[in-house]
């Protein structure tokens, strides 16, 4: 991403929009700037700040004005008011930056848009972590804060050596040169993103010890890890299996994501389906 | 990926926050057959019976959105309102479609009538445990599998500025910065924008749509009395 120089007048409202802080009012220039190193190209300021086109010389002429008399031009605080972003051409390694960060960009290998894949979300339909078995999604960066390739290699080397095998359709797998070894490619190794998860399938018996090693690489990553797990149900609905561990080890989950298990192999034909009656007023007030 | 799953908070405090969401199995490992943006259609017109708090389509994003305007006042004082009309239209392709409810009885009658019309698409409740388990029991249906959030190891109930992150989280996919959150707080508290106002304002950044307003006007009232 890349702020226009010519279009920018330092309002400063991009300032508190970026997720990683990245962007700052530079006191030689008077001009937004963005730092190059802690940008993960999440184009959360190009997508989310909604735009004007004011004229910049006359916008900066009138902040200068009022500031004499300590009186703030404040546009609405998610306005860039000159539209002063522009997208930026990414090469190799910087693109991955984005499609690690921008849900809207589909990663290659997966064509998943985001950061993992499916999970346990369509289980129903793909059998994926079956009885008896965890599916854990690790993920680093959150809240905010950011990771580089270098902590999801101290992770996944930690994981490898513990003999788990990693999701092959993850797109942190994908980048990885040795799924044996957990090494992800050299050239992406200082490169930053909004957050990834590295995926893993292991025997219940096996929780503990994940979690364990989890908690181990965690001290060591300046960054969030937070854990995700991915469990079967029995045929009532029960899961009795593993939340005994996590409670165990201290846990006391409050949320989850619950799979309803309404996913059949064949989608419903709606040819002949009964038509819905439309809302008049579909604006919510 | 686990943008729903993450929210920080207590199970209490999603006691107006279910989002349901579906999708197909996209793997052609998983054999799954049909016209999955067809049944999706449906399953979003649906949810709008059920007076949702939102409904977000993961790919060209939610009922509020960013805006343009040429005109110097375009944005001062009216802006756009959550508009369900544009999601439905805008959905062209299969993926995640979300709905955000932020009432126990629309979002446990749309499960119910969902479970009826048997789409075939595979369906998710993200919200507290109990709200899902009873979400299922209203509806007769048995959980298949579950995804727990073991939450975020350094956030405790004591760290300053959770309000922050409360909101911030709404967003799973971090396009909703803490700063963003403490800067709306803080209009809040000064009284520069209500609650409402300044939950509108975070949404647009929201990309696919599942920022729960209601959740985030109620964190704000808070914020605004100092309740912690």
Request: charged fraction near 25%; glycine fraction near 8%; hydrophobic fraction near 35%.
């Amino acid at each position: 991403m890349k702020i226009n120089p010519a279009k920018c007048v330092a309002c400063g409202n991009c300032t508190y929009v970026c997720p990683m802080g990245a962007i700052y009012i530079d006191p030689q220039l008077q001009r937004a700037t963005i730092n190059r190193d802690e940008c993960v190209e999440c184009y959360a300021c190009y997508n989310g700040l909604s735009k004007e086109v004011l004229p910049p010389s006359t916008v900066r002429f009138v902040r200068r004005t009022l500031a004499n008399f300590r009186v703030r031009f404040e546009p609405e605080p998610d306005v860039c008011p000159t539209t002063a972003f522009e997208p930026d051409q990414l090469e190799w390694p910087r693109v991955v930056r984005r499609a690690f960060s921008d849900p809207r960009v589909p990663h290659e290998s997966t064509g998943v848009s985001g950061r993992g894949t499916e999970e346990v979300k369509t289980n129903d339909v793909t059998d994926r972590v079956g009885i008896g078995e965890v599916g854990f999604t690790i993920e680093l960066g959150r809240p905010g804060i950011g990771a580089r390739f270098r902590d999801f290699q101290e992770m996944s080397r930690a994981l490898a050596k513990a003999g788990v095998s990693f999701e092959k359709n993850n797109p942190i797998s994908t980048l990885m040169t040795d799924v044996t070894t957990g090494d992800i490619r050299t050239d992406i190794l200082n490169e930053k993103v909004m957050s990834a998860i590295i995926e893993i399938k292991v025997p219940v018996e096996r929780t503990e010890e994940i979690i364990r090693i989890i908690w181990d690489v965690e001290k060591r990553i300046p960054t969030q890890v937070v854990i995700g797990v991915g469990v079967r149900c029995d045929a009532d609905g029960e899961e009795n299996l593993v939340l005994p561990i996590l409670e165990k080890l201290g846990y006391n989950p409050q949320r989850a994501k619950t799979n309803i298990g309404l996913g059949r192999k064949v989608i419903r034909d709606l040819t002949n389906a009964a038509p819905l009656a439309q809302p008049k007023e579909m604006v919510n007030a | 990926m686990t943008n729903t799953l993450h929210r920080y908070g207590k199970s209490e405090t999603f006691v107006d926050d279910y989002i349901v969401f579906s999708l197909p199995a996209k793997s052609k490992a998983a054999g799954q057959t049909g016209d999955a943006l067809a049944a999706q259609k449906r399953f979003m017109q649906i949810a709008a019976e059920y007076k949702p708090a939102s409904l977000g389509d993961a790919l060209h994003g939610g009922s509020l959105r960013p805006t343009k305007s040429k005109s110097i006042f375009g944005h001062w004082g009216k802006r756009n309102k959550p508009n369900f009309k544009k999601v439905l239209e805008g959905m062209s392709k299969a993926g995640t479609m979300a709905a955000v409810f932020d009432s126990r009885a629309n979002a446990e009658a749309f499960v119910k009538r969902i479970k009826e019309e048997d789409l075939g698409l595979s369906v998710n409740i993200s919200s507290s445990i109990e709200n899902a388990k009873n979400a299922c029991k209203h509806a007769g249906i048995p959980r298949h599998s579950i995804a727990y959030s073991l939450g975020f190891e350094e956030v405790g109930d004591n760290t300053p500025g959770k309000q922050a992150i409360m909101l911030s989280t709404m967003c799973g996919h971090g396009m909703l910065s803490i700063n963003l959150a403490q800067k709306m707080m803080s209009f809040v508290k000064e009284n520069r924008r209500t609650p409402k106002e300044a939950a509108e304002t975070m949404a647009r950044f929201c990309s696919c749509g599942i920022f729960n307003t209601t959740r985030a006007r109620r964190i704000l009232e808070d914020v605004r009395v100092g309740v912690k």
